[in-house]
């Protein structure tokens, strides 16, 4: 059987585009365990959507297993593989097509990685607003099957919101294409809908039309410090009230987590002192030089003056707001710190975060085998992270501290993933985040689109 699927996938596809054996071993699942070899029956590398369709069709007819890799990337298991398992990997599907600065879009295929594509952008004098700590190494791909969110979705918007075309081939290798560049399209069913945010279980994303915007010509960022919680919420506000719109992000750190990424081994040091609660770190993109500064600095001063803030520095030049981002943006200091690593991405209302997260955090630390709780996260979202290190690594453990972080979250209507999906890690919490014929309406949207259930099986639902 193996054989067969090996020798038909190579005769349709091509020798070359084929890996098993020892290269598929020089592999691996995930960027953060390189040293740990790929376990997988081949790697499948196809150059075209046509060579995703075959690949698909064989895999489909002989009920073959197929797990889709990106940029490995991820924080939910969503890529992990068995042996048996044959890996589609878009990387040598990377190209941008066209960036059309009138339409303002830009149509890339699925292995194209992030960064590139923001570049791409920016040489047109456009802006690809989606950004995030792994831009180096996330495709559009993995990114539009995870639905990303990120440091500006408070002005853009998720993945979802910045697709405006997509072309994905579905289980059995029909192909569905809709690579129009019109941002209205109400012609019933919006389909590409289906694979944002599906994690690769309904389709495999090969081609997209990306959303871009015009560039800001004005960046400006700042550092504040406060001391409780309701001034976070009145901070927030009162900046996106002032900023007209040009408020892009608006990010959260507790003391522990800025002060460990603000010391050594950290590159950058501290632009305000450890005395606060809270540090605010704000970015207003904007297009105008002489105003913009200006209303940016009249308001902190006036936040300051209010009570808002106890303290605030702003980023003087292009360098400062590298050194200020690099902040919010390196989390190696912080994973450094952690003998094993467990990490959260939960939403919840706005004005609960600070309440609910203190109370999250004390009956961590109540569980003996834990030794660090850092909390930061996209504030502005709603959408908060949780780093947790801990001294040993077991599966009561984990489901221990599953469970203290999203117990509370039922009752307040949060989520259990704000924006890094649920893959294998969080597959047995979904009933908190959604209800059981929401659960069942998607088991029945899966078993239709995905018959033999063999794309990405086991990740997101249990269909048992
Ligand atoms: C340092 C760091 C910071 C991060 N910050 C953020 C953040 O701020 N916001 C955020 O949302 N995420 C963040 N992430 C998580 C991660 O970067 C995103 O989930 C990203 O979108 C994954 O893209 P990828 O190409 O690496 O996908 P992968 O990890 O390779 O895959 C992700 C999922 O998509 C599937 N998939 C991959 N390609 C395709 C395809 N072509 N068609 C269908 N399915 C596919 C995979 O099977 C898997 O289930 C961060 C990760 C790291 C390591």
Redesign the pocket.
Known sequence: MKEHIISSLISTIGENRVLTGSVVRERYH???LMDQPLNALAVVLPRTTQDVAKTLSICHDLHQPV?????????VG??QTKAGEVVVS?EKMNAIEEIDPKSRTLTVQ??AILENVQQAAEKAGLLFPLN???KG???????????????RVLRYGM?RQLVVGLE?VLANGTVISSLKKILKDNSAYDLKQL?IG????L????RAVLRLVEAPSTRISALAGLNDYDQVVAFLKFMDKGLAGTLSSFELMWPATYKVLTTPPASVSPPLPYDYNYYVLLDSLGSDPKFDPVRFQNLLEEALNQGLIQDAVPAESATDIDRFWTIR?D?APMVAKCQHIQQF?ISLPIPLIGEILNQIVKELYRIPEVEKVFTFG?VGDGNIHLVIGKSHQSEALINRINDRVYQPLTAIGGSISA???I?VHKKNYLHISRSPEEIQLMKTLKHTLDPHNIL?PG?VLDLM
């Open positions: 995930h960027v953060w797990v889709m890799h990106g940029g490995l990337t991820n924080l969503g890529t878009l699925a292995g995030f700590g792994a190494s996330a495709q559009i791909g993995g990114i539009i099957a995870t639905n990303a969110g990120g440091l993945t994905a694979f599906s994690e690769g279980t389709g495999v994303i090969t943006e989390v991405d996209h924006e890094h999906g893959g990405n990740k």
